[in-house]
C-alpha cells in the first residue's frame, strides 16, 4: 500500500463526529495485561456471565436441520412477530400488532434505525446522565446533539421542570433507558408518567431502550410507550442480549407505530436486510418456552449486586445499591477526583478492571463502573485485591 493516500480518501463526513467506545480500550488494556501473566479481576464487561440456556441452542440447531436458512421477511418471520406481539401485551401492556413489530440485529440496530429515523441535522435529543456511551455516536451519525440532563438533579427537582429546563426550541426526542446502564436507576412510574407529560406537551419523540427490562431488584419495569397518549410518540427497543445471555447471537426487537416504523423498516432492510433466519426461531424458542432463566438469573445477579455494593462500601467507595441491571456506580473520589486516572489505579495497583464513569458523559465523572455479571469468586477476590494494595 502506498505511504500517501490521495486526498479523495477522505471518510464521508457524517462519520466524523461518531467515535469508537472507550470500552475497546480498556478491554485491549486488560488483554495486554493477561498477555503479561497478570491475574486481572475483570468488572469492566457489559454482559451476563451465563451460557445461552440449552433450549435455545436446541432451537437453532433444529432449525438448521430443517433448513430454515434460506431469506426471511425484512421485518421478521411471521411467527416470532406475533410471539413478540403477545409478549408486549402481557409482559409490557404495549398494545402493539404484528406491523407495529420490526425484528433487528441487537438492541443496537433498533437504536440506530430509531435515530434514524427521527433526528435530522441540528436536532437535540434529551438524555438523563450518566449514560449509556454509545447513544452519542448514534445521535451524532444523524447530525444531532445530545443534551444532557443530570438523573441527580430530575431526582431532587421533579422531572417535568427539570427536562423543560434543558430542553430547547431544536429538541425533538428523549431517551429514556430504564434500567439505567451505568447507574442502576429503575425510573418509577411517577417519573415515567412525568416524562411522557413532558413528551406530548412539547410534541417530542420518545426513543426507549429496554435492554434490562428483566433484570429489576427494586421497583417497577414500567414500559413508557403503555402510558396513555405514548404508544404513537414512542420507539421502543428491546434485546433478547442480556435477558437470554444471547449478547453474541445479535437479536432484539422494536416496536413502534408509523411513520416511525417505516424508517425502522427501511434503515434495517439496507443494513442487514434483517436477521439471520436461524437466530430468529432460537429466538421464538426464548420468547415461548416455559423456563426459570430470567428469575434464576435475577437472583443470582441479586446476590453479586449485595456482596460487590457491601464491599465497595466498606472500602470507602460510597455506593447505593443498583435498582436493575448488573452494573455497580459507586464514588471513587477518594482515589482520584479524575475518573480515568482512578480507574488506572484500580488497574495498576489491585488488578481490578472497571470503566471511568466520565466514558458516561460529565455527570459520570468521579465514578467507575463495576460489572457484578460474573463469578463471586472473582467479585470476592478483587474486594480482596483492592483491601490489600490500595
Ligand atoms: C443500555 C443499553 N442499551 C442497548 C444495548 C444494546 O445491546 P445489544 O446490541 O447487545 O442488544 C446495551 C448493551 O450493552 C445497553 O447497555
Not at 424458542?285 to 416455559?290: G, I, Q, V, Y
Not at 481490578?352 to 463502573?369: C, K, L, S, Y
Request: proline residues 6%; contains cysteine; charged residues 20%.
Amino acid at each position: 500500500m502506498s505511504a500517501t493516500a490521495p486526498a479523495s480518501f477522505r471518510l464521508a463526513k457524517r462519520l466524523d463526529d461518531v467515535g469508537f467506545s472507550d470500552i475497546v480500550q480498556i478491554r485491549n488494556r486488560v488483554m495486554e495485561l493477561r498477555a503479561r501473566g497478570a491475574a486481572v479481576y475483570q468488572f469492566e464487561g457489559g454482559e451476563p456471565y451465563r451460557p445461552t440456556p440449552d433450549y435455545i441452542k436446541q432451537a437453532v440447531t433444529a432449525a438448521l436441520q430443517e433448513n430454515k436458512t434460506r431469506y426471511a421477511p425484512s421485518s421478521g418471520i411471521p411467527e416470532l412477530r406475533r410471539a413478540i406481539v403477545d409478549k408486549l401485551r402481557t409482559r409490557n401492556h404495549i398494545d402493539a400488532k404484528e406491523e407495529n413489530v420490526i425484528v433487528v440485529n441487537g438492541g443496537m440496530q433498533g437504536l440506530f434505525g430509531a435515530f434514524q429515523s427521527t433526528i435530522d441535522p441540528g436536532d437535540d435529543v434529551l438524555i438523563f446522565s450518566p449514560y449509556w456511551t454509545p447513544i452519542k455516536d448514534l445521535v451524532a451519525h444523524c447530525g444531532g446533539r445530545l443534551v444532557p440532563v443530570p438523573t441527580d438533579e430530575a431526582r431532587a427537582e421533579g422531572f417535568r421542570p427539570t427536562l423543560a429546563r434543558y430542553a430547547t426550541a431544536k429538541t425533538r426526542a428523549i431517551y429514556f433507558n430504564t434500567p439505567t446502564n451505568p447507574s442502576g436507576v429503575v425510573f418509577t412510574r411517577a417519573e415515567a408518567e412525568e416524562v411522557a407529560g413532558l413528551a406530548i406537551d412539547r410534541d417530542l419523540v420518545v426513543v426507549a431502550d429496554e435492554a434490562y427490562e428483566d433484570i429489576v431488584y427494586e421497583g417497577e419495569q414500567v414500559s413508557i410507550a403503555s402510558l396513555p397518549g405514548m404508544s404513537e410518540r414512542t420507539i421502543t427497543t428491546f434485546t433478547l442480549s442480556k435477558s437470554y445471555a444471547m449478547t453474541g447471537w445479535r437479536i432484539g426487537y422494536a416496536v413502534a407505530t408509523q411513520p416511525w416504523m417505516a424508517g425502522l423498516a427501511k434503515s434495517t432492510l439496507y443494513s442487514s436486510n434483517g436477521v439471520s433466519t436461524p437466530t430468529q426461531w432460537a429466538a421464538l424458542a426464548a420468547l415461548t418456552t416455559e423456563s426459570d432463566f430470567l428469575e434464576t438469573s435475577r437472583a443470582a445477579y441479586r446476590e453479586r449486586r449485595d456482596l460487590l455494593v457491601s464491599g465497595l462500601n466498606e472500602l470507602g467507595f460510597t455506593c447505593a445499591p443498583p435498582a436493575g441491571a448488573f452494573y455497580a456506580f459507586p464514588d471513587v473520589t477518594s482515589i482520584n477526583s479524575d475518573s480515568r486516572k482512578a480507574a488506572e489505579i484500580l488497574l495498576d495497583k489491585a488488578q481490578v478492571a472497571t470503566v471511568p464513569g466520565v466514558v458516561f458523559g460529565p455527570h459520570g465523572e468521579g465514578h467507575v463502573r463495576f460489572s457484578f455479571s460474573t463469578s463471586i469468586e472473582t467479585i470476592q477476590g478483587g474486594l480482596e485485591s483492592m483491601r490489600r494494595n490500595l
